[in-house]
C-alpha cells in the first residue's frame, strides 16, 4: 500500500468513527459501514489509524465533552449521557481519568482546548470549524489558557487571605507602565488583571464599559473570579473567531478610547497578555510576601504540565 493509498484508507476509516458519536458505535456496526468484517475492519484499522476503532470513539467522545463542557449550557448529567456513558459516576471517572480533573471543574477552569493526546492526530472536529480532523495547540490555546489558568489560582490563593493583607501596601511597587494604573496592594493588582480584560471584552464586543470600575463589592477575590469566567467567556469567543478567521492583523474601532482609536485584534491580543504577565507576576511576589505557599512561576509550561491533556508529561503523570 502507498502512502497516499494508506493516507485515503486511514481517512475514510476514521470518518466511519467520526460519525457515529450519534449512533451505533460496536465494532461489528462500523465494519458494516465500511464493508468488511469485523476481525478485518480492527486490524486494517489499527494497521492505518494507528488505534483502535473503540479507543478512537471513545476518545472523540470525550473531547466532544470537553467542547460541551467549554462551550455549551448542558448539564454535566446530559453531557455524561451524550457521551454514552450510563451515569455520571461512570462519565466522571472516565473523564477524571483523561483529563486529570473533573468536569465541574474544567467548565470552570474554560480551557481553550480539548483535545486528548494520540499519534494520529485526528480530534473532534468542533461545530462551525472548518479546520480538517481538528487542530493542534497553537501559541493563542498556549498564551490565553495559561493567563486565564494562572490569574484563577492567584484568585484562590488570595482568597485565603484577610481583608487587612488584601489591601496591606506592598514593600515594593514597580510602576512601568504609562497611563494610570495603581499596583500598591495585591487587591488592585488582581483588580487589573480582571478590568483589563474586561475594558478591552467591553471595546472588542462595542459593548458599552464603566471606567471607574466596579464596586468595591466586587473586588473581593470570590467576586473576582466569577468576573474573570464571565469575562474569559466572552473575550476567548471573540478571539477564537478572529483565530479561526486567521484575521489578527483585521482592525477595529475602540469606541471606550476618547478619542476613538483603531487597533489590530493581533496587537490587542498581544498587549493583554504581555502586560497582565507583569501583573501576574507581582501579584505572585506579593503572595508569596504575605506567606502563601504557592507553587509554580506563572510559566506557561507549568500549565501545559498541570492541565493540559496533549502534554506528553501530563500523560504520563496521569494516574
Given amino acids: 500500500m502507498s502512502k497516499t493509498d494508506g493516507q485515503d484508507t486511514a481517512n475514510r476509516l476514521s470518518a466511519i468513527v467520526a460519525n457515529s458519536l450519534d449512533t451505533s458505535g460496536s465494532t461489528h456496526d462500523l465494519a458494516r459501514r465500511a464493508y468488511q468484517s469485523r476481525t ?36 454535566v448529567t446530559d453531557i455524561a449521557l451524550d457521551a454514552n456513558y450510563g451515569s455520571l459516576e461512570a462519565f466522571t471517572r472516565a473523564f ?19 483535545h486528548l493526546p ?69 487587591r488592585q493588582l488582581l483588580e487589573n488583571i480582571i478590568f483589563t480584560k474586561e475594558v478591552w471584552t467591553a471595546a472588542l464586543s462595542g459593548a458599552e464599559m464603566d471606567m471607574n470600575g466596579p464596586p468595591q463589592s466586587q473586588r473581593s477575590p470570590q467576586a473576582m473570579l466569577q468576573r474573570l469566567e464571565k469575562t474569559d467567556a466572552e473575550l476567548h469567543r471573540i478571539l477564537d473567531n478572529v483565530r479561526t478567521r ?8 475602540d469606541a471606550l478610547c476618547e478619542p476613538a482609536e483603531t487597533f489590530t485584534y493581533g496587537g490587542v491580543f498581544a498587549h493583554i497578555m504581555t502586560f497582565n504577565a507583569h501583573r501576574r507576576l507581582m501579584a505572585l511576589d506579593a503572595l508569596r510576601q504575605l506567606g502563601v505557599q504557592t507553587e509554580g512561576f506563572g510559566d506557561p509550561m507549568e500549565y501545559e504540565e498541570s492541565v493540559s491533556p496533549w502534554s506528553e508529561r501530563a500523560t504520563l503523570a496521569a494516574p
Fill in 40 to 75: 478485518q475492519f480492527h486490524r486494517l484499522f489499527r494497521i492505518v489509524v494507528e488505534e483502535t476503532p473503540a479507543a478512537m470513539r471513545r476518545r472523540l467522545l470525550l473531547e466532544r465533552a470537553a467542547y460541551q463542557l467549554g462551550h455549551t449550557g448542558m448539564s
Fill in 96 to 114: 477524571r481519568k483523561a483529563f486529570r480533573t473533573s468536569p465541574s471543574i474544567y467548565r470552570r477552569m474554560r480551557v481553550p482546548h480539548s
Fill in 118 to 186: 494520540t499519534p494520529n492526530k485526528i480530534h473532534f472536529l468542533a461545530p462551525g470549524s472548518s479546520t480538517e480532523g481538528g487542530k493542534d495547540m497553537d501559541l493563542f490555546d498556549r498564551f490565553a489558557g495559561n493567563d486565564s489558568w494562572h490569574t484563577r489560582r492567584l484568585l484562590e490563593y488570595a482568597g485565603t487571605l484577610t481583608e487587612e493583607q488584601l489591601d496591606r501596601p506592598l514593600p515594593t511597587v514597580v510602576e512601568l507602565l504609562p497611563w494610570r494604573e495603581s499596583n500598591k496592594t495585591l
Fill in 246 to 253: 486567521s484575521s489578527w492583523d483585521d482592525t477595529f474601532v
